[in-house]
Nanobody, 116 residues
Framework: EVQLVESGGGLVQPGGSLRLSCAAS????????MSWVRQAPGKGLERVSA????????NYADSVKGRFTISRDNAKNTLYLQMNYLKPEDTAVYFC?????????RGQGTQVTVSS
C-alpha cells in the first residue's frame, strides 16, 4: 500500500521560507517520478513541481519557478520541497503525489499559510 506522509508546513510571513518533506513507503520509491501539488482555498489542484525518479530532471509551475526547489533522497525514501520568498498566494494545502503528473496517490497534505 502506497503511503505518503507530508510534514513541514506552517505559518510564515511573506518573504519567508519553509521546507516540506514527504516520507514514502509501500512502493519502490526510487523507481517513480514524484510531484508536489497544492490546493488553495476554494480552488482546484495545481501541480507545483515534479522530479524524475533519479532526481536529475525537474520542472516547476511558472508561479513558483525561481522560488521553489524540489529534490529527493532515494536512500531515505523522502521527497522535499524547499520554498523561498513565499507569497500570500502560496497559501494552500501541499500534497506529495506518486508519479510526475500529480494525479497519483497522495498523502494527507500539510498546510502552508503565508500571512503577516
Amino acid at each position: 500500500e502506497v503511503q505518503l506522509v507530508e510534514s513541514g508546513g506552517g505559518l510564515v510571513q511573506p518573504g519567508g521560507s519553509l521546507r516540506l518533506s514527504c516520507a514514502a513507503s509501500g512502493f519502490m520509491f526510487s523507481n517513480y517520478a514524484m510531484s508536489w501539488v497544492r490546493q488553495a482555498p476554494g480552488k482546484g489542484l495545481e501541480r507545483v513541481s515534479a522530479i524524475s525518479s533519479g532526481g536529475r530532471t525537474t520542472n516547476y509551475a511558472d508561479s513558483v519557478k525561481g522560488r521553489f526547489t524540489i529534490s529527493r533522497d532515494n536512500a531515505k525514501n523522502t521527497l522535499y520541497l524547499q520554498m523561498n520568498y513565499l507569497k500570500p498566494e502560496d497559501t494552500a494545502v501541499y500534497f506529495c503525489a506518486q508519479g510526475g503528473g500529480g494525479g497519483g496517490p497522495r498523502g494527507q497534505g500539510t498546510q502552508v499559510t503565508v500571512s503577516s
